[in-house]
């Protein structure tokens, strides 16, 4: 089920769902055992996502040993409806370098950018299924394959997560979907989101540390563009996603 209309209609200079209010919910949900990942496949619509959703999971697993690949569906280069061409194409450089910074500081190997539309993943869902498809199945079966939710709110956030659920049921990959826009939007016990499938990623603090290194590296989302161009990812959305931690739906 799509969350579309719901987080279209949470502005996010509104604050959204408070920090405090998931905190004081905080169900006992079961841990995502990290020890039991054999391989792992992080799937982003946008240079950042991997990191704000799935960072310290994927740090952590990496730390074991564990191959881990990272897939980022689009460049984020129309984070702003209203850049030039020339912008676009900078934004995309600046989101891509970011990306790269923050999987070396995660301890990740570099991840591969498909290029396709930002804004418009809905449109290459098929074709990104199947570029998933032949990359699972490549890494045998077992391979975790974590994904944004498909029903986190952000319409190329929906699209990916269904474009890897599609994929890893042509598989043997075991999905994850971590939601990033979902603590926004959404309230504690929502009968939109699936609590009955959720686990809390049990991330050591050091793995933790290095996630939040690595989200301060996405300066160009992090900060105003210019003129009437605030910042995507204001302080109260970082410092919320920091403290609620990772939380996948199985």
């Given at each position: 089920?799509?969350?579309?209309a719901r987080?279209?209609?949470?502005?996010?200079?509104?604050?959204?769902?408070?920090?405090e209010?998931w905190?004081?919910?905080?169900?006992p949900l079961p841990?995502l055992?990290?020890?039991?990942?054999?391989?792992?496949?992080?799937?982003?619509?946008?240079?950042?996502?991997?990191?704000?959703?799935?960072?310290?999971?994927?740090?952590?697993?990496?730390a074991?040993?564990?191959?881990?690949h990272?897939?980022?569906?689009?460049?984020?280069?129309?984070?702003?409806?209203?850049?030039?061409?020339?912008?676009?194409?900078?934004?995309a450089?600046?989101?891509r370098?970011?990306s790269?910074?923050a999987?070396?500081?995660?301890?990740l190997?570099?991840?591969?950018?498909?290029?396709?539309?930002?804004g418009?993943?809905?449109s290459?869902?098929?074709?990104l299924a199947?570029?998933?498809?032949?990359l699972?199945?490549?890494?045998?079966?077992?391979?975790?394959?974590?994904a944004t939710?498909r029903?986190?709110?952000h319409?190329d956030?929906?699209a990916?997560?269904?474009?890897?659920?599609?994929?890893?049921?042509r598989?043997?990959a075991?999905?994850?979907?971590?939601?990033?826009?979902?603590w926004?939007w959404?309230?504690?016990?929502?009968v939109?989101?699936p609590?009955?499938?959720?686990?809390r990623?049990?991330?050591?603090?050091?793995?933790?540390?290095r996630?939040?290194?690595?989200?301060?590296?996405?300066r160009s989302?992090l900060?105003?563009?210019?003129?009437?161009?605030?910042?995507?990812?204001?302080p109260h959305?970082v410092?919320?996603l920091?403290?609620v931690?990772?939380?996948?739906?199985?």
């Amino acid at each position: 089920m799509s969350n579309c209309a719901r987080f279209a209609d949470a502005p996010i200079a509104d604050g959204g769902t408070p920090t405090e209010e998931w905190l004081r919910w905080r169900p006992p949900l079961p841990p995502l055992r990290l020890d039991q990942c054999s391989g792992l496949v992080v799937v982003a619509p946008h240079p950042d996502d991997e990191t704000l959703g799935f960072g310290a999971a994927a740090s952590e697993i990496a730390a074991h040993g564990t191959d881990v690949h990272t897939v980022v569906a689009s460049d984020g280069d129309r984070a702003w409806p209203d850049l030039s061409t020339r912008e676009q194409a900078t934004l995309a450089e600046s989101r891509r370098g970011e990306s790269r910074c923050a999987a070396a500081l995660l301890g990740l190997s570099q991840p591969t950018f498909l290029g396709l539309p930002d804004g418009a993943l809905a449109s290459q869902e098929s074709r990104l299924a199947d570029l998933l498809t032949d990359l699972l199945r490549e890494r045998g079966a077992g391979t975790w394959c974590a994904a944004t939710w498909r029903g986190d709110g952000h319409p190329d956030h929906e699209a990916v997560g269904r474009a890897a659920a599609t994929a890893a049921s042509r598989t043997s990959a075991v999905l994850l979907e971590y939601p990033v826009w979902m603590w926004h939007w959404a309230r504690p016990g929502d009968v939109d989101v699936p609590w009955e499938r959720a686990a809390r990623v049990a991330a050591q603090p050091v793995a933790a540390r290095r996630k939040q290194r690595a989200v301060e590296l996405f300066r160009s989302q992090l900060e105003p563009h210019g003129v009437g161009r605030e910042a995507i990812l204001p302080p109260h959305v970082v410092t919320r996603l920091h403290r609620v931690g990772e939380v996948v739906f199985r």
